[in-house]
């Protein structure tokens, strides 16, 4: 069973940086099948999409975000990671990262991590 | 950017029949935006309920059933029950690699 696990600071600094890894356990993040993906819910609202990476570095970005993303990955450590740069209030959300299975038609997230809570507070 | 619109809030009678829709003002949903649904109860991570328009995920009930309806995709719960209670989004691909999810509707049991 794939297993995904947020990790990263639960407090940063308005105008820093926003800076989170996604372990994947369970399996590999060598997939055909498989993007790798953020996605982020502030208090009290919806979810948003951030973008995702495949495992050979090919991203796709929120235009609304693409200024300020930027998602990697390492291999080797089976983990993707997320840079969000010049961060407000408006960016204190629960960060999670998921799969997003293209196998076929599947064409949905279908493994999430738990999520992750970032604060941006001074 | 596209904006995908959701009901905000819909109420259903237990036993009773809902259909939540997801669309796009520019235009209509189709098979083509592989509509998928989630469902989110407070502090829990969301759930796919659908895929691909209409697949159930693994271990969803049948009440549950998603289709396209006119010019949205629908997601159509029948024989509502309590724990049906959650706020549920739709997820859109919108080509060139970009996802948009729903605002969401926070469906009632009552």
């Known amino acids: 069973q794939l297993q995904l696990q947020e990790s990263g600071p639960g407090l940063v600094k308005p105008s820093e940086t926003l800076s989170l890894t996604c372990t994947v356990s369970?399996?590999?993040?060598?997939?055909?099948?498989?993007?790798w993906g953020w996605i982020r819910q502030p208090p009290g609202k919806g979810l948003e999409w951030i973008g995702y990476i495949y495992y050979s570095g090919s991203t796709d970005y929120n235009p609304s975000l693409k200024s300020r993303v930027t998602i990697s990955v390492d291999t080797s450590k089976n983990q993707f990671s997320l840079k969000l740069t010049s961060v407000t209030a408006a960016d204190t959300a629960v960060y999670y990262c998921?799969?997003?299975?293209?196998?076929?038609?599947?064409?949905?997230?279908?493994?999430w991590g738990q999520g992750t809570l970032v604060t941006v507070s001074s | 950017q596209t904006v995908v619109t959701q009901e905000p809030s819909f109420s259903v009678s237990p036993g009773g029949t809902v259909t939540l829709t997801c669309g796009v003002i520019?235009?209509?949903?189709?098979?083509?935006?592989?509509p998928s649904w989630y469902q989110q109860t407070p502090g829990q991570t969301p759930r796919t309920l659908i895929y691909n328009t209409n697949t159930r995920s693994s271990g969803v009930p049948d009440r549950f059933s998603g289709s396209i309806l006119g010019n949205k995709a629908a997601l159509t719960i029948t024989g509502a029950q309590a724990d049906d209670e959650s706020d549920y989004y739709c997820l859109l691909y919108m080509s060139s690699g970009i996802w948009v999810f729903g605002r969401g509707t926070k469906l009632t049991v009552l």
């Open positions: 369970g399996g590999s993040i060598i997939s055909g099948s498989s993007y």
């Open positions: 998921g799969r997003l299975n293209v196998m076929g038609d599947y064409n949905s997230f279908d493994f």
């Open positions: 520019s235009g209509s949903v189709s098979t083509s935006h592989y």
